[in-house]
């Protein structure tokens, strides 16, 4: 069963804010969000979990929802090489992957 | 560098073979993970080692068994091959299984069954 919904493609222009949602209305209490990327045929990268609080570090915010029903990862300021296959991920312990979003970033 | 090892980066074998695959955690972690990603396919979760123990088991076929050894390193084998497990295998690694602990992957190790 999809615990997350994400849309399939989008396009940001390169030094633009990149907004990517991603929808879990069946979350647990004990769940985190977590967010990864995978560029091309390279292993997923880490960017940024949270489990109610908005987060922030070097790479990304993470944007989440009162009542936690939906998040927004942001790209504050997308480059080419952000170009990746963006994945949410709810979970309390294992990781399992959906079919993530296609971010295309356009010069 | 995620700090996870996987080894043999590249493989080619024959249908009917047997193959492991290998993988170092991050110095410190004590749970792996083990995914297939077929081309154009998604991550799929394979199974999860917690300090030696199998911990969760996802989407495994009977052919495929992993183990994890007491220095915490981790094989995955792979038997009676199919040209349908042709894939990259990724392994991760994480501190412990608990709630809230990040996962870092390897970078792979791509097998083509012929």
């Known amino acids: 069963d999809a615990k997350t919904t994400q849309p399939p493609s989008m396009d940001c222009a390169e030094g633009r804010a990149a907004n990517l949602p991603c929808n879990h209305s069946?979350?647990?209490?004990?769940?985190?969000v977590y967010w990864y990327r995978q560029i091309h045929s390279q292993g997923p990268q880490y960017i940024i979990h949270g489990l109610k609080n908005n987060e922030t570090n070097e790479m990304a915010s993470l944007i989440i929802t009162e009542d936690r029903k939906s998040s927004t990862l942001i790209l504050p300021h997308a480059t080419l090489r952000d170009t990746a296959v963006y994945y949410c991920i709810v979970t309390n312990n294992d990781m399992r992957f959906g079919a993530g979003t296609r971010l295309t970033v356009k010069p | 560098d995620s700090g996870v090892t996987q080894t043999p980066k590249h493989l080619i074998t024959a249908t009917g073979q047997r193959v492991t695959l290998r993988c170092s955690p991050r110095?410190?972690?004590?749970?792996v993970y083990w995914y297939q990603q077929s081309l154009d396919q998604g991550l799929q979760f394979l199974i999860q080692y917690y300090n030696g123990e199998e911990r969760a088991k996802g989407n495994i076929l009977e052919r495929f068994s992993a183990q994890q050894f007491p220095d915490l390193h981790s094989e995955l084998n792979l038997s009676s091959l199919e040209l349908g497990d042709s894939a990259l295998y990724f392994c991760a690694s994480s501190v412990a299984p608990d709630l809230g602990n990040t996962i870092y992957f390897g970078e792979g190790s791509w097998l083509t069954v012929v």
């Open positions: 110095s410190g972690d004590l749970s």
């Open positions: 069946t979350i647990s209490g004990n769940e985190y």
